[in-house]
């Protein structure tokens, strides 16, 4: 699952054409289709061959994928078991099966961070002999997202990206660095008397993700191609990153209230007509369009583009999405070896995601698309970062959370700050 909060990842279906930005609920489930507790099983095999554990987020399109794999596989039967749609009951309950020894799910849903975790416990089986079949097909950073030291240990499913968005009534072009956004979007706004920009805020994942954005829009790396090292402080871009967001929020660039927004407070105050610009998922198009029932200020006053880098080349964004792999305690690897790849190659699979709602990682899914904004995301998607899928991701990201937040807001010593985060970033390629 992406970093979105409860309005979610589900992007773009509607309109006014089977490739158009929609959505109507996210990250949760959809009305009427809770999943509680533990979580429960779809009811689609008598006698299932095999068992998938993925979120009950978007729950409707992971049972239709698994509907087409039955058709196709009769005698192969797939049953889906849906997780809690939150990150975090989803990787417990894996968790659960694993450790007891369980064994109960066969393919594992697993969200792009938590490749090497799961790698690196011995939870999940080396698929690198399947690299061939998707190097060429998928997304390169969803396939960055499913490998631990150079090895895949799972194949790419769905992904997700950001926009930026902007008011077309008061912005001529999309910037195309930070240092024009900065400037275009302090302009408009002393113009109209609104706010200039709009994110995440707030001391969560989602503040992490729109760090690790400007980060790597200054040239930065996490961790070596390896995976055996931080980089974290090597060059500057750092101290870029988040001098960027100090500056912006010193100067009231950042809307009031910045400090403790997430996905929808953002969304809410761009659509009221409150802000220049915005970063966020594509989740809100159809909202700000005036779609689903929603009161839109900007109706017709606001259009999308790639985020920025600090040198104008190319955009940057952070990846979402889910990854599948199989377990080492399936009775049946074989088999869910094959329904991890067929989920990740198979058009007519992929085609259900894009059709229903969430961006697929096979490139040829985005071919012939008629919606701009979609094309435009299968580009963001192609030349976005994913974030490090290591060992101890959950434990960087909280370090960076716990120090870079209050850094930015002057309350914290920038220099020390980021020395922290540096020792977390090498902590963090080893298991805890």
């Known amino acids: 699952m992406s970093v979105l909060s409860r309005r979610g990842v589900r992007a773009f279906a509607a309109g006014t054409s089977a490739f158009a930005l929609a959505l109507a609920t996210g990250c949760g489930s ?88 799961f790698a690196d416990f011995g939870y999940i089986e080396s698929l690198e002999d399947l690299r061939p079949e998707i190097s060429d097909v998928s997304l390169p950073g969803a396939i960055d997202s499913a490998q631990w030291q150079q090895e895949l240990y799972a194949l790419p499913y769905s992904s997700n990206g950001a926009f930026l968005y902007y008011r077309t009534d008061l912005i001529d072009e999309p910037p195309t660095t930070w240092d024009e956004l900065y400037e275009t979007g302090t302009e408009a706004a002393e113009e109209a008397g609104i706010s200039a920009y709009v994110g995440q805020g707030d001391q969560y994942e989602g503040f992490v993700v729109n760090y690790l954005e400007l980060f790597w829009a200054a040239d930065g790396e996490l961790f070596d191609e390896g995976q055996t090292e931080s980089l974290f402080l090597e060059g500057d871009a750092a101290t870029t990153a988040l001098d960027f967001m100090t500056e912006a929020y010193e100067s009231g660039f950042y809307a009031e209230g910045f400090d403790s927004m997430v996905e929808d407070d953002a969304r809410a105050l761009f659509q009221a007509g409150e802000a220049v610009y915005m970063r966020n998922w594509p989740y809100a198009v159809p909202l700000l369009e005036g779609q689903e029932g929603e009161e839109s200020e900007v109706a017709e006053d606001f259009a999308v583009a790639p985020l920025p880098t600090f040198d104008g080349e190319g955009s940057t964004s952070a990846l979402g999405g889910l990854n599948n792999a199989v377990s080492t305690l399936s009775e049946n690897k074989e088999l869910a070896r094959e329904f991890v790849l067929w989920a990740a190659t198979d058009p007519d699979a992929q085609a259900i995601l894009a059709d229903n709602s969430l961006p697929p990682t096979m490139l040829s899914a985005y071919d012939g698309a008629e919606d701009p904004n979609f094309e435009m995301l299968r580009d963001i998607l192609t030349d976005a970062h994913a974030r490090p899928p290591v060992p101890g991701y959950n434990s960087l990201s909280l370090t960076i959370q716990d120090n870079l937040h209050p850094a930015y807001l002057g309350q914290a010593d920038a220099e020390e700050s980021l020395e922290t985060v540096d020792g977390a970033a090498s902590d963090a390629l080893e298991q805890e």
């Open 30 to 117: 959809p009305p009427g289709e809770e999943v509680e507790g533990d979580g429960e099983s779809a009811g689609l095999a008598d006698d299932p061959q095999f068992v998938w554990a993925v979120t009950g987020a978007d729950r409707q399109i992971h049972e239709d994928v698994a509907r087409l794999w039955n058709e196709v596989n009769p005698e192969e039967q797939v049953e889906v078991f849906f997780l809690a749609p939150t990150a975090d009951e989803q990787r417990q309950a894996m968790f659960q099966d694993l450790q007891s020894q369980a064994g109960q799910f066969d393919v594992l849903g697993l969200d792009v961070i938590w490749t090497g975790e």
